[in-house]
């Protein structure tokens, strides 16, 4: 249940909520102390220098120095208190202390402004007056609009006093500006009551959400775990699968009776590899999003890292019947990565490009000091293409284009979003451009801090 400060502005709040809202109110009062104590400081000293000729100089010196007195309060318990943590709770009797706090200044604006209208001759000062009383009333809005009883107590000491004392003396300010003050007041409680309903509200929807976001961690926590037991439990039987057919095809204990089974064997040592290679894409990507990835880094350059893949590469790109171009910029530094990890990212970069391209078609790599001084590294293919609204999506764990699942094309959808992630790990970045039916880029950066300045790659410029 709200406590008595809310007044009946408060909706219903559970006892985490109204922690919470109570944090809140503290923070923001906070960061507004400096502003009220300016406002508080210059409004007094405007209203007694135009009232020090008219009224007694004892009286305005003591009410200055209260004033001011107040202000550097209310600025010295900002600065002492500027650099500390968010509170983890607070006591319904700081809210209190702080609405006895507004029901004092608030009471201090009203008899200082109902005096100064008792005894001013002046319109002038009687329109200075009610102008003050104007920007203090919205100052106070704005500043204790998230706590009602607070709010409610400084407007109706502060406004109310002075208010009346005009309504019941004609003369004193036109009747049009009483009335536009009276419109004004009841404007400024109904935007409080908003704000404080939109206050409420956001703290409400930002509890919701951090909860909601501990949850779906949770649960990608919990599915990783999964996935990594999982593919363990797999791993083990389909290695003795595949060593066993692997025996068989070889015929390592003695020739098979019908040769047909040789070609069986071969296809369950084919399809084991393959279920080998998922696994083990699954379990990388749940390491790396668990974060129990740890690079072993070391220095390397930007040709070893492309001659290997195109070694490794040569066999598929030329049952593709493709062209491989390569270009790399003079004078490349070394670089410091893991280099295991990162020939895993080129070799999944660079398979897609081969499936996803054309017998005819072309890839090109190029490697390539970034503007920043970094490095990058670009794959270029004549493929099928990705239109613009997936590019996010494939690089989401399971995805494929619809292009691809038109097509059938063989894969999982985790080779991208396990090399998005593993590039990450280096604080570097994979960015996609494509235009379907005329190819994609993807751009593998690594920022300066992963380039070594001492030593330097040499030039290489082929077409294979």
């Given at each position: 249940?709200?406590?008595?400060?809310?007044?009946?502005?408060?909706?219903?709040?559970?006892?985490?909520?109204?922690?919470?809202?109570?944090?809140?109110?503290?923070?923001?009062?906070?960061?507004?102390?400096?502003?009220?104590?300016?406002?508080?400081?210059v409004n007094s000293a405007v209203l007694i220098f135009a009232a020090w000729p008219h009224f007694n100089h004892w009286a305005l010196t003591f009410v200055g120095v209260v004033f001011q007195g107040a202000a550097l309060r209310q600025f010295y318990e900002w600065w002492r208190h500027r650099k500390h943590r968010r509170p983890s709770k607070v006591a319904d009797r700081t809210i209190t202390r702080i609405v006895i706090w507004a029901l004092s200044l608030g009471a201090l604006w009203g008899a200082f402004n109902t005096a100064l209208l008792a005894t001013s001759p002046s319109a002038e000062i009687n329109l200075l007056i009610v102008m003050v009383l104007a920007g203090m009333a919205a100052g106070g809005t704005i500043m204790l609009h998230n706590i009602p009883a607070a709010l409610f107590a400084f407007l109706t000491l502060c406004v109310t006093p002075p208010w009346l004392f005009i309504a019941v003396n004609d003369g004193l300010v036109p009747a049009a500006v009483m009335i536009f003050a009276a419109i004004y007041f009841a404007f400024l409680a109904a935007s409080a009551r908003f704000g404080y309903h939109n206050f409420v509200e956001g703290v409400r929807l930002r509890m919701q959400n951090a909860e909601l976001a501990y949850k779906a961690d949770a649960a990608n926590r919990?599915?990783?775990?999964?996935?990594?037991?999982?593919?363990?439990?797999?791993?083990?039987?389909?290695?003795?699968?595949?060593?066993?057919a692997e025996v068989i095809h070889s015929q390592f204990k003695g020739p098979v009776g019908n040769p047909q089974y040789i070609d069986f064997a071969r296809s369950i040592h084919e399809s084991g590899r393959h279920?080998?290679?998922?696994?083990?894409?699954?379990?990388?990507?749940?390491?790396?999003?668990?974060?129990?990835?740890?690079?072993?880094?070391?220095?390397?350059?930007?040709?070893?890292?492309?001659?290997q893949a195109d070694v490794l590469m040569r066999h598929a790109i030329d049952d593709a019947q493709l062209t491989l171009e390569v270009s790399i910029e003079p004078d490349l530094p070394e670089i410091l990565v893991d280099r295991r990890k990162l020939d895993q990212v080129l070799l999944n970069v660079m398979s897609n490009a081969v499936k996803f391209t054309k017998s005819g078609g072309r890839i090109r790599i190029e490697g390539r000091r970034a503007s920043d001084g970094g490095i990058a590294i670009r794959v270029t293919d004549t493929g099928i293409g990705i239109d613009e609204d997936e590019l996010k999506e494939v690089l989401k764990p399971f995805v494929q284009s619809r292009e691809a699942e038109r097509r059938k094309v063989q894969g999982t959808g985790l080779g991208l979003p396990l090399s998005d992630q593993l590039m990450k790990l280096h604080s570097g970045s994979m960015s996609l451009s494509s235009e379907r039916g005329t190819g994609t880029t993807v751009t593998l950066y690594l920022p300066p801090s992963r380039v070594l300045q001492d030593r330097s790659d040499n030039t290489t410029e082929k077409i294979a």
């Amino acid at each position: 249940m709200a406590r008595w400060h809310a007044l009946w502005l408060s909706p219903a709040l559970t006892p985490e909520i109204e922690r919470e809202v109570n944090i809140e109110r503290l923070v923001t009062m906070a960061r507004h102390q400096p502003l009220a104590a300016l406002a508080h400081s210059v409004n007094s000293a405007v209203l007694i220098f135009a009232a020090w000729p008219h009224f007694n100089h004892w009286a305005l010196t003591f009410v200055g120095v209260v004033f001011q007195g107040a202000a550097l309060r209310q600025f010295y318990e900002w600065w002492r208190h500027r650099k500390h943590r968010r509170p983890s709770k607070v006591a319904d009797r700081t809210i209190t202390r702080i609405v006895i706090w507004a029901l004092s200044l608030g009471a201090l604006w009203g008899a200082f402004n109902t005096a100064l209208l008792a005894t001013s001759p002046s319109a002038e000062i009687n329109l200075l007056i009610v102008m003050v009383l104007a920007g203090m009333a919205a100052g106070g809005t704005i500043m204790l609009h998230n706590i009602p009883a607070a709010l409610f107590a400084f407007l109706t000491l502060c406004v109310t006093p002075p208010w009346l004392f005009i309504a019941v003396n004609d003369g004193l300010v036109p009747a049009a500006v009483m009335i536009f003050a009276a419109i004004y007041f009841a404007f400024l409680a109904a935007s409080a009551r908003f704000g404080y309903h939109n206050f409420v509200e956001g703290v409400r929807l930002r509890m919701q959400n951090a909860e909601l976001a501990y949850k779906a961690d949770a649960a990608n926590r919990a599915k990783s775990r999964f996935l990594a037991n999982m593919s363990h439990e797999l791993r083990t039987p389909l290695n003795a699968i595949i060593g066993f057919a692997e025996v068989i095809h070889s015929q390592f204990k003695g020739p098979v009776g019908n040769p047909q089974y040789i070609d069986f064997a071969r296809s369950i040592h084919e399809s084991g590899r393959h279920l080998v290679g998922i696994i083990n894409d699954i379990l990388d990507l749940s390491k790396v999003e668990a974060g129990r990835v740890e690079l072993e880094e070391g220095a390397t350059t930007i040709t070893s890292l492309i001659d290997q893949a195109d070694v490794l590469m040569r066999h598929a790109i030329d049952d593709a019947q493709l062209t491989l171009e390569v270009s790399i910029e003079p004078d490349l530094p070394e670089i410091l990565v893991d280099r295991r990890k990162l020939d895993q990212v080129l070799l999944n970069v660079m398979s897609n490009a081969v499936k996803f391209t054309k017998s005819g078609g072309r890839i090109r790599i190029e490697g390539r000091r970034a503007s920043d001084g970094g490095i990058a590294i670009r794959v270029t293919d004549t493929g099928i293409g990705i239109d613009e609204d997936e590019l996010k999506e494939v690089l989401k764990p399971f995805v494929q284009s619809r292009e691809a699942e038109r097509r059938k094309v063989q894969g999982t959808g985790l080779g991208l979003p396990l090399s998005d992630q593993l590039m990450k790990l280096h604080s570097g970045s994979m960015s996609l451009s494509s235009e379907r039916g005329t190819g994609t880029t993807v751009t593998l950066y690594l920022p300066p801090s992963r380039v070594l300045q001492d030593r330097s790659d040499n030039t290489t410029e082929k077409i294979a």
